[in-house]
Structures are given as structure tokens and as C-alpha cells.
């Protein structure tokens, strides 16, 4: 069974930093994109962005909103991924899911597990 | 940006009815096109990808189609634990989005 577990919210003050962990099981981690999607309370869910795999260099893509504050790694010997935030603001008050995608038949990526979510509330 | 717009954005509906959302993308996105559910205070689900496959262990009460710009849900004989907000989401270009979301409600 495929289990994405998120890890490391809490509660920081605007301008903070905070690092995410999403721990995998269930499938072979080194394979799939990894991705981080959050949603603001009431609102729908924001791609963050992703990480591929291995054989695609670890190459990473964001959503350009985010202005380079948000960085992806991933640790396949750790069946881990990672969402580094800095120079948080407010309105990054969200739950934060990590979500593995999987190649469809166009070998286009898509959505295919999520994670439970942690809550990140950005407040003074 | 791909803008994707659902609607309606909320509906009522009785157990046994048969429903349709609509999902329309600003710009073609082939058949990149994903739906999912979710509950109250739980994560998104994947239900259906690339436009129509059900995602293994999705009751075939769902089904999803369209091309281009425009695309459906459709849930038949729909069961109380249906009852949810749907999202649709393109993953044809970046940034990867989603539908504003339609709340199925009793």
C-alpha cells in the first residue's frame, strides 16, 4: 500500500523558514516525480511544485508565485522528500500535501497518492 | 497560466441520482486531465487521469470525458459517500492547476 507521511509544520512568524519531510513506503520511491501541492483554509489546492526522478536529473519546477522562496530536494536512500520554505509570508498559511505521480499512457505525470498533509500556520 | 474553470461550483443531489461536472481549460491541454475528491479535513484522492482511466480501486459509477478544452464528471447512482467537493486539474503545462472545485451535496 502506498503511504505518503508529511512531517514539520507548526506555527512561525512571517520572514521564518521551515523545512517539510514527506517520508514514502509501499513503492519503489526512486521511480515516481514527487510533488508538493498545498491548499489554503476554505480554498481550493495550489500546485507548489516538483521534483523528478533520478534518471531526469532531479530537475525541479515551481510555481512561479512562490518568487524562488520554496525549494524541493529529495533523498532516495531516505524514501524521503523535502519542501524547504523561506521568507515566509501569511498568506503561505496552508496544509501542505505531498502527493508521487506516476506516468500515464502519454508519459505525461500526474497525481496518483497524496499524503495526509501538514498544517503550516504563518503568523505573528 | 491554464486557467480551469468548473462548474457549478455546488449542486444537490439525492443518493441514486446521476450527476455531471463540467471542467473548461483556458488553453487545449490534450487529454492531461485529472479528477479527484475530497472530504472535509482529508487529502484529495485521485479518482480519474487522462481524461477518462479510472485510477485502480475507483468504482466505475465514475467516468470522465470530454477533449480539447472541455471535460465531465460524471457520477452514476450516486452513494452516500460521494458526497464531496470534486476538483479538476490539467498537467499538461505549468504551472499545474486545478478547478476552482463543485461541492456535491445532499
Known amino acids: 500500500e502506498v503511504q505518503l507521511v508529511e512531517s514539520g509544520g507548526g506555527l512561525v512568524q512571517p520572514g521564518g523558514s521551515l523545512r517539510l519531510s514527506c517520508e514514502a513506503s509501499?513503492?519503489?520511491?526512486?521511480?515516481?516525480?514527487m510533488d508538493w501541492v498545498r491548499q489554503a483554509p476554505g480554498k481550493g489546492p495550489e500546485w507548489v511544485g516538483r521534483i523528478r526522478n533520478k534518471a531526469m536529473g532531479y530537475t525541479t519546477e515551481y510555481a512561479a508565485s512562490l518568487n524562488g522562496r520554496f525549494t524541493i530536494s529529495r533523498d532516495d536512500s531516505q524514501n524521503s522528500v523535502y519542501l524547504h520554505m523561506s521568507s515566509l509570508k501569511t498568506e503561505d498559511t496552508a496544509v501542505y500535501y505531498c502527493?508521487?505521480?506516476?506516468?500515464?499512457?502519454?508519459?505525461?505525470?500526474?497525481?496518483?497518492?497524496w499524503g495526509q498533509g501538514t498544517l503550516v500556520t504563518v503568523s505573528s | 497560466d491554464n486557467q480551469m474553470t468548473q462548474s457549478p461550483s455546488s449542486l444537490s443531489a439525492s443518493v441514486g441520482d446521476s450527476v455531471t461536472i463540467t471542467c473548461r481549460a483556458s488553453q487545449g491541454i490534450r487529454n492531461h486531465l485529472a479528477w479527484f475528491q475530497q472530504k472535509a479535513g482529508k487529502a484529495p484522492k485521485s479518482l480519474i487521469y487522462a481524461v477518462s482511466s479510472l485510477q485502480s480501486g475507483v468504482p466505475s459509477r465514475f467516468s470522465g470525458s470530454g477533449s480539447g478544452t472541455d471535460f465531465t464528471l460524471t457520477i452514476n447512482s450516486l452513494q452516500p459517500d460521494d458526497f464531496a467537493t470534486y476538483y479538476c486539474?490539467?498537467?499538461?503545462?505549468?504551472?499545474?492547476?486545478f478547478g476552482g472545485g463543485t461541492k456535491v451535496e445532499i
Open positions: 502527493a508521487r505521480e506516476v506516468r500515464d499512457n502519454s508519459a505525461f505525470y500526474y497525481f496518483a497518492n
Open positions: 486539474q490539467q498537467y499538461d503545462t505549468y504551472p499545474l492547476n
Open positions: 509501499g513503492f519503489t520511491f526512486s521511480d515516481p516525480y
